[in-house]
């Protein structure tokens, strides 16, 4: 036991009480913690939630109900299960978007970068397979709609989604192995995440403006441990405000109907935080190039490091930037409230507008604003 205790407590007073922490972060830097407590939340209720769910077409819908009405606790369980996907979702966004502003992305820290959008991706996996156990309408038909994408690979796509499907269409088998995989794919992202964090501990954490700090940190415990503590009380009281106030007001009205193949919703969409990624889909009018611009809107954050061209990493001290910024903030909110539109006009003309910027200020703005800044402070 000696042996095993030695170990765990040191790698528990590297990383978590003698970790040495930049003494001037601030709240923004709680959000990595909130994360993987809402990846514990989940994995949590979700094993509980595994004991009474019968993946089975014709029992699935059922079982949900059996859990909210019969299980003792039950409708509390899928209560925080199902708004703490969202939580989840808000909690990452929100790490993500703190991570562009103050360039968590760039060298040295740009494999923390790189592995922390594979998170991303595995999560957005889980949750849209999450979506189709409960078997309502929209858990049917918002998975037909997102696996059919895949046909739009020339020569296979067809075998793909025969393959994804286990059949002809969603039905029992796809059922059976989104499940398996939703079951499976949390503990995935737990293992990534540990390398992520050994990956950030390797350099050490940034801060806020952006400049070396070796010479000026503090141990992480007592003191940004009972931030984040601070950080995790106030995340609880919103949590359960929604749980226990407003548990459905982020689900959709037709996913509490049970999945009918025969009848087509008159509006298929995805959950709330796919809704920037849907619009981008949707304003291309070519299939195979709307999945592609859809994966690209993601993947293209692994290349920030590299198309990053500024010398100055926090946008405290780049004031072009940061007006930028928030132009890309806006348009990530746009895009999400057209993706929950119906495909008319003028809704596609604006998600088209809207994707366009996504990609220039990634592609174009980003690559070039390093050296338009140090020509404007030349000029100076």
């Known amino acids: ?122 999560m957005i996996i889980t949750a849209f397979i999450g979506y189709v156990l409960p078997w309502g309408q929209m858990s049917l038909w918002g998975a037909t709609v997102i696996t059919n994408l895949v046909s739009a690979v020339p020569i296979v796509g067809d075998s793909i989604v025969t393959w994804l499907w286990g059949g002809f269409s969603v039905d029992n088998a796809t059922l059976n192995r989104f499940f398996s995989l939703h079951y499976l794919l949390p503990f995935i992202i737990v293992a990534t995440s540990l390398i992520h964090i050994t990956a950030l501990h390797q350099d050490g954490s940034g801060n806020p403006l952006g400049v070396d700090s070796n010479v000026d940190k503090i141990s992480m415990f007592p003191y940004f441990i009972i931030k984040d503590f601070l950080g995790l009380v106030i995340f609880i009281i919103i949590f359960s405000i929604f749980v226990y106030f407003f548990p459905n007001l982020l689900g959709h009205p037709d996913n509490y109907i049970e999945a009918n193949p025969m009848v087509t919703p008159a509006h298929i969409v995805p959950e709330w935080y796919f809704l920037p990624f849907y619009a981008i889909l949707r304003s291309i009018p070519h299939k195979l190039g709307g999945v592609i611009a859809m994966i690209s809107s993601i993947a293209i954050l692994v290349l920030l490091p590299w198309i990053h061209s500024a010398e100055i990493k926090s946008s405290r001290f780049r004031p072009l930037y940061k007006f930028l910024y928030w132009t890309m903030i806006s348009c990530c909110l746009i895009l999400g409230w057209i993706g929950g539109m119906p495909v008319e006009e003028p809704y596609v003309l604006a998600g088209q507008i809207a994707s366009l910027y996504y990609f220039f200020y990634f592609l174009v703005m980003l690559p070039s604003l390093g050296y338009i800044e140090k020509y404007l402070l030349n000029f100076r």
Not at 10 to 19: A, E, F, G, K
Not at 43 to 65: N, Q, R
Not at 86 to 99: A, D
């Open 1 to 122: 036991m000696r042996f095993i205790k030695q170990p765990l407590i040191s790698v528990t007073n590297n990383h978590l009480i003698d970790y040495p922490t930049p003494i001037n972060i601030h709240y923004a830097w709680n959000f990595g913690f909130l994360a993987s407590m809402c990846l514990i939340i989940q994995i949590l209720t979700g094993v509980f939630l595994a004991m009474h769910y019968t993946p089975h077409v014709d029992l699935a819908f059922e079982s949900v109900e059996h859990i909210m009405r019969n299980v003792n606790y039950g409708w509390l369980l899928r209560y925080i299960h199902s708004n703490g996907a969202s939580m989840f979702f808000v909690v990452v966004y929100i790490h993500i978007f703190r991570g562009l502003y103050f360039g968590s992305y760039i060298k040295p820290r740009h494999w923390v970068w790189v592995i922390g959008v594979i998170i991303f991706l595995l």
